[in-house]
């Protein structure tokens, strides 16, 4: 399936300066990966510098909406946190694009506010919520948590959100439930992409029920120390960090408790190349490539892929 783009595309994103050391090591990596022209990740740093203004620029309405919430330093990285502007410029958005250097363009048109979010199916008691009324009544924390997506590109993230449990036990699932199913919005006048009638809109995931209980699993509803910008899956988003990132899905307006195994959006369009289940495993590779190694954004750093991606003796017990 071509939809999710494949490693000739990879890019980086043009607000990143990348030290000669990195760049020569990516260039290895890249050789390992059989791609022809490493020259093709260099941009010019005037591209750069425009890029990163125009986010800087977009950012700011959010980044003064500050989010006042403790960190949880039970969920520390030891890798550096990722740039926000280079985060908010290398994004998955298939809504609004697929270039993922310019979603943070194409989400102007993007209300998320109001927002409501239904909770439904086998659940004692059914609601349906305001997103800024839920947020009062959930314990928000931030969590910086590795973040890797099934391209093989990776971040360190500082979410901020309130664990999926925590919802749950308010609905309070009936003994039946197996499995969460969540969608993402419809609205074709706000997301051009959703005219595109070879995807299956809205955006649809799903988890075990053993997997959304887990204190790993984030409802997120902001980043960086305030609210979610549009193109990082504003107002409220899911965040499995030991999943690969398209489990990840963004923008919910649905959680739905049922006894069938959901099908979701990615295995619906290539049902050989994203498993409902996608724990990150660099023992499996994607059929069209390997999931050894991984590649961080901003910094070009390369590291060995880890399984279920650092966060085995949290969940390994899953499986
Ligand atoms: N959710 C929706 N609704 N639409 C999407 O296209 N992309 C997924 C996931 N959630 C996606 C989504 C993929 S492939 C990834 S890697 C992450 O969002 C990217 O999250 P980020 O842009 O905040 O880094």
Redo the contacts with the bound molecule.
Sequence with gaps: MPY?KTPQEWEIPESQVTPESDYIDRRKFIKDLGIASASALLLSSSTACAQKKGVEKQLEPFQAQKLAVENNTRFTVERPITDEVV?AT??????FTSS?ST?WKRVDKFITRPWEIEISGLVEKPMTLDVDDLIKQMPIEERIYR?R???RWA?V?PWIGFPMKALLEKVQPTAEAKYVRML?FLDPDMAPEQHNVRMPW??F?GLTLAEAMNDLTLLVVG?YGHVLPP???API??IVPWK????????IVSIELTDQKPRT??NTLGPREYDFEANVNPNVPHPRWSQAKEWMIGSGDIHKTVIYNGYGNSVAHLY
């Design positions: 999710i985060a290398y994004n998955n958005y298939y809504e993922k979603v973040f997506c099934v391209e971040m993230v993402t809205p955006y995931e980043i193109q990082h899956g988003r899911l690969y990132g398209f489990k990840s899905i963004k923008s959006f990615w």
